[in-house]
C-alpha cells in the first residue's frame, strides 16, 4: 500500500526555527513534493525534491533521504503567516499523481 | 487572473440531487486534477486528464461520479445521486506535464480555490 506519515500538529514561537517530518512507503518514487495551505484556501507549491539532499528556497528548506524514505520540511524566522496546514505529497509512478499525507497543523504563537 | 478557478465555490443539495463542479485550468496546462479534501485530512486523487484524455480514475470514484474535459480545455465533474458522504472540498489542480519549463517543475500542481459541497 502507500503510506505518508506526518505529525498532526505543532506549535513554535515566530521568529524561531520548526523542522516538520514526513515519512513515505509508497511503491515508488519519482519526487516529492511540500505544499502549504491556509485555512479554507487552495494548497501552494513550497518545494520539490527528487534526488538525496537539501534544497533551499529563502526561509524554507526541504530534505531527502530516498534510501530512509524520509523528507523534512525546515522553517526558519518564522512569522505569523506561517500558520498553515503542510503537506507533504509523493509522486509514485511518475505520472504526476501524487499521494498525500494527512497534513501538518503549525501554529505560530506571538 | 490567469489562476486555476472552479465554479461553483459553494453547493449545498439534497441527497439524491446531482450536481455538477467546473474547473477551467491555466491556459498551457495539458494536465487536469481532481481531488477530493475533507477536514483535517489531505487531498485525495480522483481523476487526471492528459489534454481530453482521462488517462486514470481512483477506485475511490463510484459509478456515480464521472469527469470530463472535452477539447482539453475546461473540465467538469458531475456527481449523481449525492449521498451525505460525498461531502468534501473537491479541488481542481492543473500542471504542465512532462513539459515544464525553466520557472516550473513539470509535475508542480497549481491548485484552484476549491468547490465545496455539502450533502444534506
Known amino acids: 500500500g502507500q503510506n505518508i506519515d506526518q505529525p498532526t500538529e505543532m506549535t513554535a514561537t515566530e521568529g524561531a526555527i520548526v523542522q516538520i517530518n514526513c515519512t513515505y512507503q509508497t511503491s515508488g518514487f519519482n519526487g516529492l513534493f511540500w505544499y502549504q495551505q491556509h485555512a479554507g484556501e487552495a494548497p501552494t507549491f513550497l518545494s520539490y525534491n527528487v534526488l538525496d539532499g537539501l534544497e533551499e528556497k529563502g526561509r524554507f528548506s526541504s530534505f531527502l533521504s530516498r534510501s530512509k524514505g524520509y523528507s523534512y520540511l525546515l522553517l526558519k524566522e518564522l512569522q505569523m503567516k506561517d500558520s498553515a496546514s503542510y503537506l507533504c505529497?509523493?509522486?509514485?509512478?511518475?505520472?504526476?499523481?501524487?499521494?498525500f499525507g494527512t497534513g501538518t497543523r503549525l501554529k505560530v504563537l506571538a | 487572473d490567469t489562476g486555476v478557478s472552479q465554479d461553483p465555490r459553494h453547493k449545498i443539495t439534497k441527497r439524491g440531487q446531482n450536481v455538477t463542479f467546473r474547473c477551467d485550468p491555466i491556459?498551457?496546462?495539458?494536465?487536469l486534477y481532481w481531488y477530493r479534501q475533507t477536514l483535517g485530512q489531505g487531498p485525495e486523487f480522483l481523476t487526471y486528464?492528459?489534454?481530453?484524455?482521462?488517462?486514470?480514475k481512483s477506485r475511490l470514484l463510484s459509478d456515480r461520479f464521472s469527469a470530463e474535459r472535452p477539447k482539453g480545455s475546461f473540465s467538469t465533474l458531475e456527481i449523481q445521486r449525492t449521498e451525505q458522504g460525498d461531502s468534501a472540498m473537491y479541488l481542481c489542480a492543473s500542471s504542465l506535464g512532462e513539459t515544464g519549463t525553466q520557472f516550473f517543475y513539470p509535475g508542480e500542481l497549481f491548485f484552484g480555490e476549491g468547490s465545496r459541497l455539502t450533502v444534506l
Open positions: 505529497a509523493v509522486d509514485p509512478s511518475g505520472t504526476y499523481k501524487y499521494i
Open positions: 491556459s498551457e496546462h495539458n494536465r
Open positions: 486528464f492528459q489534454n481530453e484524455a482521462q488517462l486514470e
